[in-house]
Structures are given as structure tokens and as C-alpha cells.
């Protein structure tokens, strides 16, 4: 890993900087410099020293930075003394830029800054614009000076001009110096806060830094004009703010943050390369705390950090360069007095005790880290290691050695003379140590006389007492080993240094911190309006935790239109329903349903890249659906189950009140999982019985004892603890060839242009060919070749065709006034999947149903009604949700058979006979007392 520096000052304005390889605090070689505030990017860092001028420091490297500086010589042709610099009152300068519109004579040119110094005298360029060397002085010719110029002297060159070229050399690196004045006969700009960030929105090699800034006035202002070979800008524009800021943040991407005076917030959008002061100001409340607001906001790519006046630390969640503002605080614990976001959203920060502290565990899909671990770093050249100044934010306090003395007399405030340093004291606390007595922090600060410091001041004999940090240059990430980033004396394998901990706060009051967890990916979206297309998109799933350990998270899709960057997001609380669905062009597809999109019919479809990748963004989403809703282990003997029209199995877990009349749950927001298999139609009842047919009629029963949060087709597959078993289904799919006679050709695919398509759907509303008509899915695969279906019901000729006098009533027969004709192509699919479903042989069913039971039913057996596909009523006994022969009940021919219940706990069976005559009969027992047969079968008329 290569050196990077972590810059910080204390509350005397000295500067210090910790390189990530050698782990020593250095403190700069400027013993006269003092800074207020520092803010550190990509090989350079800004300051803001004591006398309200800005400083640089741009790390030391191999390759110098060198401007060039360049200016034209003129001259004009005349008969006496051919080319001379007396030029005409209309023409150019003799000395100017390359338009001629600026005079720049070799004298007017100066080094901006003391940092700068000459590399060489003026020369000639020798080269022209085109790159070939010129040999006449370097001197170029043209008709006039608007006209383009060539090294070619001809007879009509009245004007010629040549570059002088001198170069100047960045001598200041490795060391504070002051940037030049926008006017060097005024005052300099009073700043209170800079913050340098946007070295990351262009991906070009010469990268360069956006520089913001406060006035003492609440003004917000710009540096423009900062370049590689430019490293100090050009000049300072003003932005208009609505008020008074008094703080700002600058990320390393476009997001900006600042701090109102009120402790409200604003953050700056439209921020890009061609407009890098950005377009508007957004007001953003403060986290939601009890008095006061924000004072301190710290922003990187796509986390924002905020101490508020009692000093709690928050962060923000869902923020990126598509939503620059967020959708939320999330308190994390510890306070700090404030807090800085790194490279790769690393956080630093300034504890209350005015020790540095660094926060364990962020990563990309954890920014919010785990805890907070005191910043332990070497002094210089000794070994002598700077300790965290309270063991409130170590994460191993029984270790922390204190000296006793010192502990119960701690040094006393020294008297100011003229020079006040007014330093905020910690809040009064008490930190009992075991045998060791208590220690109290100063109440009070010294202050001393300019330049007559003493080397350690008030509570420095620990080390410095830390004001401010800045890490926007430390490249460390959450896999780098840093020795100075422990506790001393704690190694890496203790168990207190693994099981970190949110910071804690010493009050009567239990401090627990919240966690956000992010998965980010790329899809593509279905837009579904015109232009109907799939739009490339971004992903991002948030999850939180509060302090109560609930979870809820947000679904987020970053998109852009017409270069302008847009989001949507979708509570996860929201989703009522995550199903796979067949797409055009995307065979890896899936729907997120919530309440207000199934009520218009309008989901939020999206697509994977792999199916694998589709698999495990249903499986992340089903399962924060479930976490948001406290949806664990099995389904319940309560559970509804239901199917959808292609065949999924969906289960919702009610609430307890789900039928209670005050707090009755519509259905469109009944949240459903999909549970592996596939059915055409399935029954259960309150014992936990959960019988289906699948499409080919065959009989399924569920397994049961399996994890809700799983799905063997997509959702949490690794999750699902079912008995699982292999499961196959077939499907047959239809489609129809449509034709009209005519007089020239007869029946012929030539239809009128108010017919429905050559081949379509039964409806003919939808174009159906061979070629396009797939599978339902690409689980399915296909098991036969289009074949002409000759058992169509209605009859068919012995070429299938069925014949109307138009697209209406078809039959088997040709006669004179058919004009139209149709037949039916049939083709059969199959299925195999790893479901919890067990198969009921050997009897193909076409309907079936479960004896439902009461909830105060003492049952432990029930029966299961079904038709055969001939219509034989079948029944079988003794069935439990752990069990799985059929009998046989006197009667053929029915269509459909169901079982209700009377309120005083009667039984019923009802039938459908097949000339559509309804049956029905009671059974011997009442509905207490176990399975039974039925009486005998009685006719109602309906």
C-alpha cells in the first residue's frame, strides 16, 4: 500500500500528519504556522491559518509541476522598413495572447506566489501549430491576423508573429504556503471553513480538486480556475446561498453539504464538470434531536456524517449523486465533536475528550461501520505511544492504565495574559476504574500569549488536545492492518478488540447504535411508458437497525433522463409481492408489487444480468421483506396459500387480528412469499394440511417444517431447511391458425385489416406464431414439436379445422356461409424443480379440497375430498400435516367438489354433477369428533 497522510490540528493551531506506513505523528517543520482548519484530498491538502489566509500543501512527487507561460510577438510589413512592431490602430498588440485581444508584454509576466520560480529565460518557439520545426526565427506568416498563419513566407504576407515561451516550476511541495490574493491591495477573504472534494467525477488522469468556502459572513464561495498545472486556482466566486452558512462539506464525488447558522442544512444539486458550482440549494432538516440542530457535516461518495449540538453522531441514509439529499437519519453511537469521511467513506473523528478516534468496519456494504477505536500512533522517533485521552471510545477498557497520581490531581488551568483561546471543555463526567480512584477532566483552559506557548499545553502530556481531523487523503479501507489504529496493549486476536462495539456514552442514560447495510448492483428497468424499452440502471438496497434491533430497508433505482439523474425507491415495508415474470427480451426478470401498483396494475419490472443474479436479489429482497415484518420459521397452520394465474405458490402469514373488524387488513396489502413448486390450484385448512394439483393433474401434498425465508426457485434457496423433493409439471400451450376465404385463392392467411392476426391467442387480440410462442418460462422446456390438435372441443375436420361465419361461433362442419375458419396447434412443456412438495400417487385429480377445521378444533385427522380427471369423487382419511390411499365415494361424472363448514360446526360437502346439477351431503359425526364418510348424496336445485 503506498503512503498517504492523516492530517490534524490542535486546539493551538499546530499541524500534525501521520503517514499510513512509517504510524508517527510528525508535527510540521513550520513552527510558526497556525491553522484553524485543514481539509485533505487526492496529494493535496488546504488550510486555513490563524490570520484568515488559505494555505496548500501538495504532497512531494516525481513529476514536477510546471506551467507555462506564453505570449506572441507581432509585427507588420511596410515598404520603408519592411516587418516592424509599429503596427496599424486597428491591428493587434505588438506583444500579446493568442487572439490579440490582451496585451501581454514579457515584463508583465509574474510568479503568482512565492511557491513558483522560473525554470529559464524567455525563448523562441521553434515549432509551429502543425509540429514541424521552423527554420526562419520562428516567426509565422499570413495576409492579416485574422487569417491563418504558415511558415511559408509568400508575396502577400503583410503580418507575421511568433511565440515566446517560458516555463516556471511548483517549488513548494511537501510544505504549507500561502495561496495568492484575488487583489493584493485588499484585505484577505475572512474564511472560517474550506472543504476541497470532486476529484472523483472524471475519470481523466489530470483529476483536479473543487475548493469551497465560508466567510465570517455565512457566505459561500468557490475557487475556480484549480488545474494540475494550476494547483492554487485563479480566483474565488461567490455562491448565492438563502442563508447564512456556517460549515461546509465537499465529497470527492458532486455531493456538497453545508450547515445553516440554525442548524438546519442545505445541500447544493445540479453539481457536474460543466457546471461545477452546481445549479440550486436543497434545505434539509437536522436529525431529530431534542434542542439545537447540526453542527458539523461531513460528506464522502455516498455517505453524509452529522454531529449534532449534543454532540450525537448520525448518518444518512440513501445518499449517492442520484439523491444527493438522502431519505433518512439513522443515530449511530458515540459523540464527537466532529467527524471527517476519507477515501473509500472511511470516518475519522474528534471525540468529546478531544482524543481521535476512527470508526471499525465500514466497508461498501456496511458504511456505517461497527465502532469506534482510538487513533494510537507513534510520536516522531520514539516508541512512546500516544494514548486515547479517555477509554470512553476504546473498545477495551479493563486494560487502559491510568496513573493514579495524575488521576486524582489533574493539572490545573494556567492564567491568560492577553491572547484568549476559547476551548469547549468536555461535559462534566466521572469514569470510575477499578483500584485506581477517579480521574475528572479540566473544566478550564489556558490561554496563553502569542508565540509564548509552552511545548505540551493543558493536557498534553498525553499528547496533543485534538481540534480537528482530516483524513480526505488517508487512502485506508477496511481490510488494512494499521498497528496504530488498536488500543495499545490490545492484539488483534483479543475477543474485545473482535467484538467491537458502538461507542458508549458515561451517562445515566444506556446508549445503543444503529447499523445501515448496503447492496448496490446493476439491473435494467422496464419503462413502461413510450418509448416501451429497458433503460440500464443502478440498484441499491439499504437496510437499517434501530436501537430496538427492528429492521427496515429501502429499495432504490438510479437512473438517468436526458442527463439528468433521477431515482426511484420503493419501501421495503411497502412490497406485498416479488415473483419472477416472462419479459420480452429478458429471460431473467421479476416483479416488485406494493399495494398502489397492484391497484394500477403497474409493477416495478426489472431485469438480471444471469439468473444466478436474479436469484439472489429475490432471495436479498425476500428476506428484509420478512425481517421488516417479523416473518420467521415455518408457515403457521394459519398461513393462506394461494397460486398465481402462471402457477407460482405464494404464502401470506396473517397477523393475529387479521379478522378482527377494527383492524381488518386489505387484501392488496397482504405481503406474499413465494414458496418453491408449482400448482394450478392448492387447499389447506388451520391443521397445517396444504394438499395441490399441479397443471398435468397430478397431486402434491407439502412437506412442511421449512424456513419461510426460502425459495428453491430463486428466493433464499440456501435458507429453505424443507424436506425437498423433486417436482414436475406439465403444461400444454395453445395456439390458433386463423384464415378467410376469398373468391381468387379460398382460404388463405390474407385477413381483413378489422381481423384478429394469422396466428394468435383463443381471443385474437395477441399475435402468436411458432417461433415467438415461448415456454411460460425458462424453467420450462419444451417436450414436444407443434402438432394440429384434433380433439378441439366442438368437433374438427380431419385437418382440425373449425369452421364460422366469422371469428365467433366456430363448429366442425363446413357449410356455404363459413367465410372464416380456424384450428388449434397444441404443444406440451414441462417442469422440474427442488420444491417441498411430496407427489400423491397414482390417481390424476382435477379439483380437490381440504375439510376445514375451526381454530378451536381438538382434530387431529382430517379428510381430503377430490375428483379424479374422469369426475369420480374420491376421498382420503387419516390425514395430517406429517402423513400423506384413496377411497373411492359412490358417484361419477362430477366437475368440482368443495366442503363448508355450518357455524355450529355441521360439515358439508357440495358437488357439481356433470349435467351441472348440485349435490350435497352432511356427514354422521359432528365437526368435533374426527374424519367420517359421507350419509348419501342429495340434489339441490339452484
Known sequence: MSSSLLWAVDVYGKVYSLSTTRGRWERDEDTLLELKRVTAGQRCSWGIGCDHHVYLNIDPGEVPIRYREETYENQRWNPVDGFTDVLLPTDRWAWSDLTGGTAQPLHSFLLPSNSWEWEGDWYVDQVCAGGDPIETGGWEYAVDFPANFSREKKWNSCVCRRRWIRDRIYKARGSWTKIPLDHPKQPPLPLSDVSCGGWEMSDQPGRYHFLWGVSQQGQVWFRSGILPQVPEGQCWEQVEAPRE?????????????????????????????????????????????????????????????????????????????????????????????????????????????????????????????????????????????????????????????????????????????????????????????????????????????????????????????????????????????????????TEEHSPAYQNIRPLPKLSNEHCTGQSVWVRKGSMRWWRDWKPYRWVDVGVALEQSTNVNGKRDAIFFIYFTQYDEKKYLHVFISDVTVLVPVLKENSHHAFAVYTSDSTKQRWPLILSAQTEKDMADWLSLLAGCCCEARGIRGTP??????????????????????????????????????????????????????????GYDGTAWVYSGSGSLLGNCSGILESSYRCILHTQTDGRTVYIYENQRWNPVTGYTDKLLPTDRFPWSDDNGFTECTKSTTHPPSPQWSWVTEWAVDLAFSGGTDKEGWQYAADFLTFHGNKSLKDFVRRRRWVRKCKITLTAPWQEVPPIPLSDITVLPCLAQSSMEQVSVWGLSDKGDVLCRLGVTPKTLSISEVGCQAWLAICISIHPKGVRWCWALYRPFKFFHTNFYKPFLYGPCLPQSWKHRIV
Open 245 to 489: 452558512v456556517a460549515q461546509i462539506s465537499a465529497g470527492p464525488g458532486d455531493l456538497l453539504w453545508a450547515v445553516l447558522w440554525d442548524g438546519q442544512l442545505l445541500v447544493r444539486t445540479g453539481i457536474c464538470l460543466d457546471s461545477p458550482t452546481g445549479s440550486s440549494w436543497v434545505v434539509v432538516d437536522s436529525p431529530p434531536v431534542k434542542e439545537g440542530g447540526t453542527i458539523h457535516v461531513a460528506v464522502g461518495v455516498s455517505v453524509v456524517w452529522a454531529v449534532t449540538k449534543d454532540y450525537k453522531v448520525w448518518f444518512r441514509r440513501g445518499v449517492n449523486s442520484h439523491n444527493p439529499c438522502g431519505s433518512g437519519w439513522i443515530s449511530i453511537g458515540g459523540e464527537m465533536m466532529m467527524v471527517d469521511v476519507g477515501l473509500n467513506d472511511q470516518v475519522w473523528g474528534v471525540g468529546e475528550d478531544r482524543g481521535l478516534y476512527f470508526r471499525k468496519g465500514v466497508t461498501p456494504s456496511e458504511p456505517s461501520g461497527r465502532g469506534w477505536i482510538p487513533v494510537s500512533a507513534q510520536w516522531g522517533h520514539s516508541k512512546e505511544m500516544v494514548q486515547p485521552r479517555s477509554v470512553a471510545y476504546g473498545v477495551h477498557t479493563e486494560n487502559a492504565h491510568f496513573p493514579v497520581g495524575r488521576a486524582a490531581s489533574p493539572p490545573q488551568p494556567r492564567c491568560a495574559m492577553w491572547t484568549w483561546t476559547q476551548l469547549r471543555a468536555p461535559r462534566e463526567r466521572r469514569l470510575l476504574l477499578a483500584g485506581q480512584g477517579t480521574w475528572d477532566p479540566p473544566t478550564s483552559v489556558a490561554t496563553y500569549p502569542l508565540g509564548l506557548e509552552p511545548s505540551l499545553g493543558l493536557g498534553e502530556e498525553d499528547g496533543p488536545v485534538w481540534a480537528w481531523i482530516s483524513g480526505g487523503g488517508c487512502d485506508v479501507d477496511h481490510t488494512a492492518q494499521m498497528t496504530w489504529l488498536r488500543p495499545a496493549g
Open 636 to 693: 403457521s397452520r394459519q398461513a393462506l396459500w394461494s397460486v398465481t394465474s402462471k402457477g407460482d405458490v405464494m404464502v401470506h402469514e396473517p397477523s393475529p387480528c387479521l379478522e378482527a373488524p377494527a383492524h381488518t387488513l386489505p387484501c392488496d396489502m397482504m405481503f406474499w412469499l413465494q414458496v418453491p413448486g408449482h400448482l394450478r390450484c392448492v387447499e389447506s385448512n388451520s391443521l397445517g394440511v396444504v394438499w395441490g394439483i
